[in-house]
């Protein structure tokens, strides 16, 4: 094969990730209240998706899934308030405005059909202020409630 033609097809898929990657990074670009969508993944991978799993499914047994579901709490009352308080999320160890990029990044990467119309993306303060409040043992009972009213949301 001449050299010319071999440089050519090494650099075709390179090509092809180089467009995949550009493509990703402009549909994250566009997540309300994410500043940069680079660092959420990366904090996402590096402190949340020991838990949650990469792709956000969880388990069958402790770590719920939020793929398809994490955005439902945003339409029931408290939910807004138990996102920002549920352990994993209150005491990690990422400041503020970090935080609420990630959170942000974490509803619309893995629940985008949820968000309710008119949703205000969590600000640095918001956030700031609900970690202050860690759930402690009352989370499951809080989350069982809030789940059961999932049902009488019009929001599936
Ligand atoms: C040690 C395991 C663990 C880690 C790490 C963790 N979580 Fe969780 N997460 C849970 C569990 C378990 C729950 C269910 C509520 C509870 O018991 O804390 C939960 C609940 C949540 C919820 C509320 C939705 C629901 O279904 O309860 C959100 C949102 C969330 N986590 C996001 C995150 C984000 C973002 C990170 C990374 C910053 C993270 N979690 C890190 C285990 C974890």
């Known amino acids: 094969m001449k050299p010319g033609r071999l440089a050519l097809l090494l650099a075709l898929p390179l090509g092809i ?18 500043h940069d969508a680079y660092q959420a993944r990366t904090d996402y991978q ?8 990469p792709d956000a499914s969880g388990d069958d ?10 955005a439902r709490f945003l339409s029931v009352p408290g ?16 400041p503020d405005d970090r935080l609420a990029n990630l959170v942000n990044w974490t509803i619309y ?9 008119g949703f205000k993306p969590y600000t640095a303060e918001e956030i700031g202020r609900l ?3 860690p759930l402690r043992l009352e989370r499951a009972g809080m ?3 809030l789940v059961a009213a999932f049902a009488k949301t019009n929001n599936d």
Request: some cysteine.
């Open 46 to 53: 590096l402190k949340c998706q020991g838990c949650h799993r």
């Open 79 to 94: 939910g807004r308030e138990f996102i920002g308080r549920v352990p994993g999320v209150a005491t990690v160890d990422l």
């Open 109 to 117: 990467r893995f629940d985008r059909a949820h968000v309710p119309p």
């Open 131 to 133: 970690r202050q409040n």
């Open 17 to 34: 990730a180089l467009a995949a990657a550009a493509g990703a990074r402009a549909d994250e670009a566009a997540i309300p209240g994410v």
């Open 61 to 70: 047994h402790s770590n719920p899934p939020m793929r398809g579901i994490v």
């Open 143 to 145: 989350r069982a409630r």
